[in-house]
């Protein structure tokens, strides 16, 4: 009987499928453990077999946490919202709805054939009606809700309302505006659209106007990660800075407490590491400095209003050779003198073309000087103010002082701009490098000479604050996240405008459905699509629609109960499922969706809807499969020629990707090389034997066309990418799941090889060997098992489980292989031994375990079992329990030297007593012979290690 794996796997595929066996309950006496990929964007190209890795990782752990014992939830989705949807179907001329209905048909195809547990019953399409409207619903809990800074929790509005009618906002400091203040009568006086403005700056889902990346080509807005070197990393437009009306998530509310959040959960410590420094909190001053123009070569004219610095080292103040302002600042405008303006309005618009992102990671000096001067309040030093791309107006007050001799950045600054610079750490700087020590006495520093840096900033903070120039202030480099697109296919906001003032609406006309049209093309003024409906605008209602986080910052909550039309989750079931026991997904959301998602969470938890404050107990981050894309070389002057790579060195060639698929290692299938694209129909190709072959050549006498390879990212465009089902088709699903898990370690990032997986292929078969022979059938039996054999199993047992619950499902493939070698020479193809096997490898490869645990319990001895026709399922088996007994040895080969030179080796009981081990060891033959009938001076015994025999 013959491994047959597609009948195999298409049989309990089916059979899993009818009987609905991952169907997961929300009642159970069992523990329950929740498993959780990063649901897909199903894209037109859908899966390749970089995809899959996480997936299969999760579910090897939920069927593993299944056979223990555990209720275990594990669902599936689609993250369906979004600009790439919308992109794509603009590039295919189809209706967003219509192409991302379609590409989800294509990968839930290709997730079946490899086999997943996931309970389809619970799929959540975050762009349906059905979805989204409980995601209109918690926009709508944000936007009526604000943060209570003394409580350090969200609170109703109409709480806030109360507040004010009571006392004005005297002890609720207003996170839109600082300054703002207001007594009760004041509150009272203010007209409707006055007291909407001012909640507006309170609300945690607030519309605000800001500096955003808006893309003319794409119509609409950019995120930082969505901008590379100028342009839009989907089609490579141009993006520019543009103030526009936005919608915000006021997640700054909440930094402290997404900060001490990571201290409860399991993350790794980079993952950790990039939300701590996305959040940036610092400690430091807020300093203001008067701002003098020269209108002329002896005069100086003063500014109104002073230029407010930032710092993190007040201590530094006396070395502060220049300021930085960012080129987005508002007093740019109104300081720059009329000899710099030109080059000022220069370079701001070079600065508009570049992301955040970008600008921090530039290595490249750059900056324009203003003109203007900053006044030291302390001795009266006028200082120039420039401005460079390498100040954000997002951080801080969007201006820093610039300290050379210790911050490196500003010494490079001042070093390319030939800026003096002031030594205020003596020997400390060197003059090549700045030193941001905190530990040097303080030099040329006025009042704080002599004083240690780190005692001087107190004194310095303690002197503004008397002066009434500055004050102590707690900083955060994150930002209110943008909470809006000008794009169509997105959650509308269930947002009214009337008269300038958002009117949230009801919770009975959610949800507001998406209108569906067949033009999408951007609004007016940069508004979004919906701009241009007429229906849509009488209504008043918001043009602009949600980003593509909206909906997946909650839907691990949706999965727990995603058919209830009541609320988008039952607390009795939120508080069952509680949080995700291991959320599996790669590291490109490190920040923007996972602090997305951690911010609703709290938010929710604050409002009494959910139990829990953190959506994730563990995170594991997937590494990425690389593509090994392969080269042919074309002459650079003769498009039409291409030579073997072994030849190149002798040409001026060009490397041009080509199709992976159609070449076998390195060697290319020339036929189908021919036939992958019109332009390479009639083209030269010289061989690695310096045969030269042409359209009607197919003589190649023993030459080959080599390629060459290189390991990149895998993408269409690189043509490096294979279709997960073409490699199922090849060798079955069970194959591919242990093939990708043996490529390496889960979280590291690794290149494909396809080489490889016919070793893993014929491990499954060597493992079907032990229970059928293609001849004889039936090779299995009752008997005893040896010690030898329960040995190589209890073995097995705690090497497949510890490696399982660490993750490291490489080496459990290994171990797996292992054990089928070692019973392959045992020739064991007993009951007692391969049941537990099989229920071992059913996470890894659970078409074949099913099919042979099926074999081995179909047999009148287990009948009984089985009730009325029923069938047992590996999937609802007991975990094999690891027994120490069968592993502990009870004897040791012990090296036995004369002399100090071994001789022979002799097996020996580990109970063994000195006297027995010298009397075993003496009367050995071999031993004795090595003798000679020589007299024993002394006999040495190191327990566990060791014998020597002096004679």
Not at 636 to 661: A, G, M, Q, R, W
């Amino acid at each position: 009987m013959e491994y047959n794996f597609r009948a195999i796997e298409k049989k309990w595929q089916e059979q899993w499928k009818a009987s609905g066996a991952y169907k997961v309950s929300n009642e159970s006496s069992k523990p329950k453990f929740y498993v959780l990929d990063m649901f897909p964007y199903p894209s037109g190209k859908g899966l390749h077999v970089g995809h899959p890795l996480g997936f299969i990782a999760s579910d090897i752990y939920a069927r593993f946490k299944r056979l223990k014992g555990y209720n275990v939830l594990h669902p599936m989705g689609y993250d369906a919202f979004g600009l790439p949807a919308e992109q794509y179907a603009i590039e295919h001329g189809i209706h967003p709805a219509v192409s991302t209905a379609q590409n989800i048909q294509n990968f839930r195809e290709q997730l079946d054939n490899i086999g997943f547990s996931y309970d389809w019953d619970r799929e959540v399409r975050t762009s349906e009606p059905g979805y989204y409207k409980w995601t209109q619903w918690i926009f709508l809990q944000l936007f009526n809700s604000y943060y209570d800074r003394s409580a350090q929790k969200a609170k109703s509005i109409a709480l806030l309302v109360s507040v004010f009618e009571q006392e004005g906002n005297l002890n609720q400091e207003c996170p839109g505006d600082s300054s703002l203040q207001f007594n009760a009568s004041e509150w009272k006086a203010f007209t409707q659209k006055e007291q909407q403005d001012i909640l507006m700056l309170y609300r945690l889902a607030f519309c605000g106007y800001g500096e955003v990346n808006w893309c003319e080509a794409l119509g609409t807005v950019l995120a930082n990660d969505e901008v590379v070197n100028g342009v839009s990393e989907r089609g490579g437009h141009p993006v520019v800075k543009k103030k526009l009306r936005q919608w915000y998530l006021r997640i700054t509310e909440y930094a402290d407490r997404l900060l001490d959040g990571l201290k409860t959960i399991e993350f790794s410590e980079a993952m950790t590491e990039m939300q701590t420094n996305w959040i940036g909190k610092s400690y430091g001053a807020e300093i203001d400095f008067a701002i003098v123009s020269p209108q002329s070569s002896a005069q100086l004219t003063p500014h109104a209003a002073p230029l407010t610095v930032y710092t993190t080292r007040p201590d530094t103040i006396f070395g502060v050779d220049f300021m930085v302002v960012a080129p987005e600042h508002e007093l740019i405008e109104k300081i720059s003198t009329g000899e710099q303006k030109a080059a000022v309005e220069e370079y701001i618009t070079y600065v508009k073309s570049r992301s955040d992102r970008e600008r921090q990671a530039e290595k490249k000096i750059s900056g324009c000087f203003t003109g203007a001067y900053a006044i030291n309040p302390f001795n009266g030093k006028q200082i120039p103010i420039w401005i460079s791309e390498y100040v954000l107006a997002g951080y801080g007050t969007g201006a820093i002082m610039g300290v050379p001799c210790g911050d490196e950045r500003d010494h490079k600054f001042a070093q390319h701009f030939k800026i003096p610079i002031t030594n205020i750490i003596g020997e400390y700087y060197n003059g090549v490098e700045a030193n941001p020590t905190k530990d040097a006495k303080l030099e040329n520093s006025d009042f704080l000479n002599g004083i240690v840096m780190r005692d001087a900033i107190a004194i310095v903070n303690n002197r503004l604050e008397e002066m009434g120039i500055g004050k102590k202030k707690v900083n955060y480099k994150m930002r209110d996240a943008a909470f809006s697109r000008q794009r169509y296919w997105g959650e509308p906001f269930p947002i009214q405008w009337k008269s300038g003032i958002a009117i949230p609406l009801p919770e009975t006309e959610l949800p507001l459905l998406l209108p569906e049209v067949d033009s999408y093309s951007p609004g007016p003024e940069g508004e979004g699509p919906l701009a241009n409906i007429p229906e849509w605008v009488a209504r008043e209602l918001e043009t602009n629609t949600m980003p593509g986080y909206a909906g997946s910052s909650w839907y691990f909550l949706r999965y727990m109960d995603p058919h209830n039309n009541e609320t988008f989750c039952d607390r009795k079931v939120s508080d069952y499922w509680n949080q995700v026991d291991l959320y599996i997904g790669g590291t490109e959301h490190a920040v923007g969706h996972l602090l997305y998602s951690r911010l609703w969470t709290k938010v929710l938890f604050d409002l009494g809807h959910i139990g829990f404050q953190e959506p994730y107990k563990k995170l594991l981050n997937q590494g990425m499969i690389q593509g090994s894309s392969r080269f042919v070389h074309r002459l650079k002057t003769d498009p039409d020629f291409f030579v073997s790579h072994n030849l190149i060195s002798e040409y001026d060639t060009l490397p041009i990707h080509v199709d992976v698929n159609i070449v076998d290692g390195l060697e290319l299938d020339i036929a189908a090389f021919r036939i992958w694209k019109p332009e390479f129909a009639n083209v030269k190709l010289l061989l690695d034997n310096n045969q030269l072959i042409t359209s009607s050549e197919t003589d190649l006498k023993g030459g080959r066309f080599i390629c060459s390879a290189e390991v990149e990212k895998m993408s269409k465009s690189k043509f490096n990418t294979i279709n997960p089902n073409d490699l199922v088709n090849k060798f079955g699903a069970d194959t591919f799941r242990m093939y990708e898990m043996f490529l390496g370690p889960v979280d590291q990032s690794k290149p494909w090889d396809t080489k490889g997986i016919e070793g893993v292929h014929r491990f499954l078969k060597k493992l079907w060997r032990l229970f059928f022979d293609e001849i004889k059938g039936k090779l299995w039996n009752d008997e005893k098992a040896t010690d030898e054999e329960l040995k190589v199993l209890h073995r097995t047992i705690r090497k497949i489980e510890d490696d399982t619950e660490r993750y490291s499902f490489n080496t459990a493939v290994s171990a797996f292989m292992i054990c089928v070698n070692d019973l392959s020479d045992l020739k064991c193809s007993k009951r007692e031994i391969l049941e537990p096997l099989t229920i071992m490898l059913t996470p890894y490869a659970p078409h074949i375990a099913e099919e042979l645990y099926h074999h081995l319990k179909n047999t009148p001895l287990f009948a009984q079992q089985r009730g009325a026709g029923g069938e047992l399922s590996v999937l609802d088996a007991s975990y094999p329990i690891f027994q120490e007994k069968y592993v502990t040895e009870s004897s040791k080969e012990y090296p036995v030297s004369i002399n100090g030179k071994v001789r022979t080796n002799i097996n020996i009981a580990l109970d063994a007593t000195a006297e027995q081990v010298e009397t075993i060891a003496l009367s050995n033959e071999l031993i004795q012979k090595w003798i000679e009938g020589k007299p024993v001076k002394k006999f040495i015994f190191v327990k566990g290690k060791m014998i020597n025999v002096v004679v």
